[in-house]
């Protein structure tokens, strides 16, 4: 959170798209009113259909439009219902898009009767809907288009890249290490198997071997009977070596059972080592997973805190701009107020200043004329001396 671009969260949280231009606002302002129009338009031909009970709240002047509106739709119908002259068609026509525009440009004058109106008609739904509402969905897109950026738009794109190739990197380690997981269960699975085989095999080896020895010992004995009725010295000498023979037989069979026995203990053994090696490792899987889950949580958590101390900064943000905004419209206005008081204060000091040159000039031809009095005075006595 900390490394998305500013202007990336400004796209991503609409609350805080706020119009800060004349030509967005005007733009805004046409949409607006649009969507208004298409609403009134869309109540038109319910309230035509129950004029009579609207009559009262519309007043005479828009009741008797209504009334021209839906003339003209009649006979504009009937004129695309039966073929004809297209210039009557098109006067029509016109006169049927005058007529509608003077309804809007009434409507409008009294918005209070539109609401009215809007919340009191109750119409079915229909195409008009989702025109409107998709002219609703265009004035918002057209809305967080005027106030991104191309700058914005890029760290946006930027961002979702971001996203996307983190997501699939994790996708691509989970899936590896759950094909590692699968690898490791099958292998544990065909070693058990084969260890299974081999055991089995050599119990069936074992048990071949005892019948074959009993097998080969009631053999002796009955040759051994048959002998002695021959040969009794002859028969309890060969029946005295043939006991010998099966000692040792019985000797090589225990000594073969021990041996298997033995054997089978190393590869049970062997079994119980792979099945623990197996344990540890899916353990190892659990702790690993379990500790990628606590770090992803306390991400997610650090991730809130930090969303809800951007919201409060933001909303400090707002606040400062405000006051901000407030003391240079106040500096704004000082420094007005002492630029006017100097222009005055410009204004008196030249005023002034002619004002002095006009009395000093005055002063002067007072002065002139004076002497000039005077000399003329001073002519006249040197004349009468004479």
Not at 315 to 343: D, N, S
């Amino acid at each position: 959170r900390a490394g998305i671009p500013l202007g990336v969260m400004k796209v991503l949280d609409p609350r805080q798209l706020k119009p800060d231009i004349t030509e967005t606002e005007r733009i805004l302002t046409v949409l607006d009113e649009t969507i208004v129009k298409l609403e009134i338009t869309r109540l038109i031909p319910r309230v035509v259909g129950s004029l009579e009970r609207y009559a009262r709240m519309l007043g005479p002047e828009i009741s008797s439009s209504l009334l021209e509106h839906q003339k003209l739709s009649v006979e504009i119908q009937h004129l695309l219902a039966s073929p004809g002259d297209e210039e009557s068609k098109r006067a029509v026509e016109q006169r049927l898009k005058c007529s509608l525009r003077n309804i809007l440009r009434l409507f409008l004058a009294n918005p209070l009767l539109y609401h009215g109106l809007k919340y009191k008609v109750r119409v079915r739904e229909s195409p008009a809907d989702v025109f409107i509402k998709a002219f609703m969905e265009f004035r918002d897109f057209t809305l967080e288009r005027l106030l991104t950026s191309p700058d914005e738009e890029k760290e946006k794109i930027q961002f979702m890249k971001d996203i996307s190739l983190q997501v699939e990197k994790n996708t691509e380690m989970i899936s590896a290490l759950q094909e590692e997981l699968a690898a490791v269960i099958q292998t544990r699975d065909e070693e058990l198997n084969r260890k299974d085989k081999m055991i089995e095999n050599l119990k069936t080896s074992m048990e071949d071997l005892a019948k074959d020895c009993k097998a080969e010992i009631q053999h002796i004995m009955e040759e051994g009977e048959n002998q002695q009725k021959e040969d009794e010295k002859a028969s309890k000498y060969r029946c005295a070596r043939l006991k010998q023979e099966v000692q040792l037989l019985g000797a090589r069979f225990n000594a073969l059972v021990l041996e298997h026995r033995a054997s089978e203990q190393v590869l049970r053994k062997e079994k119980c080592k792979a099945e623990r090696e197996i344990q540890e490792w899916v353990q190892k899987y659990d702790i690993d997973m379990t500790e990628k889950q606590a770090t992803y949580d306390e991400l997610q958590a650090a991730y809130k805190d930090e969303k809800e101390q951007l919201s409060l900064l933001m909303e400090k943000h707002a606040l400062l701009l405000q006051e901000y905004t407030e003391i240079e419209e106040e500096r704004r206005m000082l420094k007005e107020k002492e630029e006017e008081a100097a222009r005055i204060e410009a204004r008196r000091n030249e005023a002034a200043t002619c004002i002095q040159a006009f009395w000093k000039g005055y002063l002067v031809r007072s002065i002139y004329k004076s002497k000039l009095k005077k000399g003329k005075g001073k002519g006249r006595g040197k004349g009468k001396g004479k």
